[in-house]
């Protein structure tokens, strides 16, 4: 199981793309980078979309942060491509589709039902940051995004830091 301080393991799945090409992904290619990994349970639940869509919403600022963001689930990248199709609309980031389930037994997030948990984790070579809800709660890209500038500012945090204010020490 991945927890804080884990080096990412060299899985590989195929990334239904934002241009529409499907190509083989691994997570080594990552190494020395920082890098997003959210999990989401199913295509074609409402609570998935909308998530899928604020992270593909922020992918601007993730990208200006020098971050790389991956979604996954356990649905092939077949259903990705579907659900971009049928009413998710184009999606700004690579779509792992996980359907042989390493991906998400790898990072400790699937669930007794075959489905992986909301997971979100903060990666640069090792996990920085893990947070992880059951699978009726969704979760917030701007939150994530926060977290991935107080990990970049190696600065201790307070409780709802934002980048650019002052730490609670140096």
């Not at 927890?3 to 083989?24: K, L, M, W």
């Not at 075959?114 to 969704?138: C, H, M, P, W, Y």
């Amino acid at each position: 199981m991945v927890s804080i301080g884990t080096a990412v393991p060299a899985v590989s799945c195929d990334a239904y793309q934002p241009d529409g090409r499907i190509e083989a992904i691994s997570l080594a290619n990552y190494r020395g980078r920082w890098l997003v990994l959210f999990f989401w349970p199913l295509d074609f639940t409402f609570a998935c979309a909308t998530e899928i869509r604020a992270y593909s919403d922020l992918s601007q600022d993730f990208d200006i942060s020098g971050a790389v963001v991956l979604g996954a689930s356990v649905n092939s990248v077949h259903a990705h491509r579907a659900g971009v199709r049928q009413g998710l609309g184009a999606v700004r980031l690579p779509m792992l589709g996980d359907v042989s389930h390493s991906l998400a037994q790898h990072f400790g997030v699937l669930a007794d039902s075959g489905a992986a948990i909301r997971a979100t984790f903060i990666i640069k070579g090792r996990v920085a940051s893990v947070a992880e809800n059951d699978l009726n709660v969704g979760r917030s890209a701007r939150e994530t995004l926060r977290l991935l500038h107080t990990q970049q500012s190696s600065k201790i945090a307070a409780c709802e830091g934002q980048s650019g204010t002052a730490p609670v020490a140096d």
